[in-house]
């Protein structure tokens, strides 16, 4: 197995059969993700893109207690001005893109906690497995007062439609493993993390026998599909006011230093 340079926090590996691998690798903060993760992450992707013998890309978290937590919170304490807001919305704009436009399959192999970015992030995959202890959400409205973007709510809505992310978002519950599987948001529930593995490695396998160009060109066609639906609603950049809305807001504020300080925030709307 060969390794690409990558950080303690994010590995990234390839092996003799074209399978590459990304940890998530911060179990001490349920590997929640630093902006440093996510630039990492776009790299791992251009390794992937500028490596022919890559035949599938696995996503995973260390640890068994989650894949990825959503963002490190304590990072939004810098962001001051609207150009903070709407750069790191068109940041993550840019690391989901680098996943979607990749060429082989991505695969999210998910056990306990999805959430926020990393729900982001394995909604962005093409294929999700998850253990029958995964809980997925976007907990935004009880904890932070910020908001998706334009793009990850299409992403979102085209799998289990635009009634369930209301709920879901609107809630801010958790989505258990089982519902997940009924309403398509995964593909498949396996009982724990040795079953997990076991099962993405083989579907790995799977993929890395079949037609590159034929999965190549079905990702390509349906991200131009959904591509098409965006430019025609004639905005470069739709919902960039709801965007500074958020996190411009006393709100967005108050929740990020509710959810450090470990109280319950007190909204107000403004």
Known sequence: MSATPATDELLFTTDEAGIARI???????RNAL????????????????DNPA??????????????????????????????????YERFMDRVLGSLERL?????????GACTGGG???????????????????????????NCLSQGNLKRLSGLIGPARVKDIIFTARLVGAEEALAIGL?????????????RVDALAQL???????TMQ???EGLRRLAEEEATAEGESHPGDDLILMCYMSQDFREGMEAFLGKRTPDWTGR
Do not use: S, W
Request: with cysteine.
């Open 23 to 29: 940890v998530l690798n911060r179990p001490q903060a």
């Open 34 to 49: 630093t902006f440093a993760m996510y630039q990492g992450l776009i790299g791992c992707c251009e390794a992937v893109a």
């Open 54 to 87: 890559v035949k599938a890309l696995i996503i995973t978290g260390a640890g068994e207690k989650a894949f990825a937590a959503g963002t490190d919170i304590a990072q939004f304490r810098a962001f001051k001005t609207a150009e903070d807001a709407l750069g």
């Open 103 to 111: 060429r082989v399959p991505t695969i999210a192999a998910i056990a």
């Open 119 to 145: 729900a982001a992030i394995a909604a962005a995959c093409d294929l999700r497995i998850a253990t029958r202890d995964a809980r997925f959400g976007f907990p935004i409205a009880r904890t932070l007062g």
């Open 186 to 198: 995964v593909g498949e529930v396996v009982e724990d993390c040795a079953a997990l593995t076991a």
């Open 207 to 213: 993929l890395a026998g079949h037609a590159p160009l």
């Open 217 to 219: 060109a079905t990702k």
